[in-house]
């Protein structure tokens, strides 16, 4: 079994690492939240104090932090990864985050001597906590197939998506279309109320019908219809509205740099917006429901309970 060094042990991470720990795996994590620190004590997970300590004797290195500048952060400096990794040591950041980070963890690790792997993820908490992430690789044949043998724990698909930058590139294509999809999910299940129909009756008809979406199967934003749902515990995150801004902030940056117009991508941002100046930013996404209805006032979600 394998010696796993894991940077990042929050929503996601914590799920990850629990699989990992389950396969037989030794995992070192390190987080700066005692409240996650905590969890993945409970799940298995060594809990040591610095990246340099969980790095020094790895197998592989995965980050599952928030943004770009988390990861640069825990790669450099004399604490970081490529200061204190073992040399044959495969690393991969499972991360969303903007391509030229990523392009920067590739270069970097290559002139030092690295193997390095672009592998972000798809599914969400409930796929995390189930070991069916998708997970969508970008770097050389080889590094991906080392890499292939730490993630299987943790994944029901393992895609190549090609070379370096491109597991992250699919990423931001793939989030930009589940948050718009969330947009509709949103507005139909308030509309569907408005109507008079039973959620639950409707949420049946749309799920075998043409407005089926991952969205409206994993994180429809009514209580008491899809278990897995943040509305079913007053939209505390499973995916914070900052996360999905920031995903839907850096497609939408991309596009612009090779000149698309993504009118529907930047009404997501608009409206993550509006949730985050509500000071609701640490959240659930799918909370953006609230800002159907007149008042604000919607189904699940109680401010007085925060
Ligand atoms: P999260 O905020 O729950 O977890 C991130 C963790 O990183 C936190 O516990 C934080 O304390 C820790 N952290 C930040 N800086 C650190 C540092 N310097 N050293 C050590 N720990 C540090 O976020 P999450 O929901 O787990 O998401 C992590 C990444 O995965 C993000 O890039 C997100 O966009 C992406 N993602 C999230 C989901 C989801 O459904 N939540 C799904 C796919 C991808």
Redesign the pocket.
């Known amino acids: 079994m394998a010696t796993i060094a894991w940077?990042?042990?929050?929503?996601?991470?914590g799920a990850m690492t629990a699989r990992l720990v389950a396969a037989g795996h030794r995992v070192l994590g390190?987080?700066?939240?005692p409240a996650?620190r905590a969890a993945a004590a409970a799940a298995g997970v060594t809990v040591v104090e610095t990246?340099a300590e969980a790095v020094a004797e790895a197998d592989a290195v995965f980050t599952?932090?928030?943004?770009g500048e988390?990861v640069r952060?825990?790669y450099e400096g004399a604490d970081g990864i490529w200061a204190n990794a073992p040399q044959d040591a495969l690393l991969a950041d499972?991360?969303?985050?903007d391509i030229d980070t990523s392009r920067h963890c590739h270069e970097t690790s290559q002139s030092l001597g690295f193997r390095f792997v672009d592998a972000?993820?798809?599914?969400?908490?409930a796929g995390a906590s189930a070991g069916t992430l998708t997970f969508m690789l970008g770097g050389s044949s080889e590094d991906i197939d080392a890499a292939a043998a730490f993630i299987t724990p943790m994944s029901g698909n393992i895609i190549t998506a090609g070379g370096p930058t491109a597991g992250i590139a699919a990423k931001l294509a793939n989030n930009m279309m589940l948050f718009i999809s969330l947009l509709a999910a949103a507005e139909g299940s308030q509309l569907a109320a408005g109507l008079g129909l039973d959620p639950k009756t409707f949420w049946e008809i749309a799920r075998v019908s043409s407005a089926d979406s991952w969205a409206m199967r994993t994180w429809y934003p009514v209580p008491g219809i899809v278990p897995s749902a943040a509305a079913n515990q007053n939209f505390d995150?499973?995916?914070?509205t900052l996360?999905a801004r920031?995903?839907v902030a850096l497609a939408v940056d991309a596009g612009t740099r090779n000149d698309l117009s993504l009118p529907a991508a930047q009404l997501a941002l608009a409206q993550f917006d509006r949730l985050i100046e509500e000071g609701l930013g640490e959240k659930d996404c799918s909370l953006i429901v609230k800002l159907v209805s007149a008042d604000g006032a919607v189904d699940g979600y109680d401010a007085a309970v925060d």
């Open positions: 940077i990042g042990l929050g929503n996601m991470g390190v987080d700066l939240n996650a990246v599952m932090l928030p943004k988390h952060a825990v499972s991360s969303t985050v972000p993820v798809s599914g969400g908490v995150a499973t995916f914070q996360l920031k995903d």
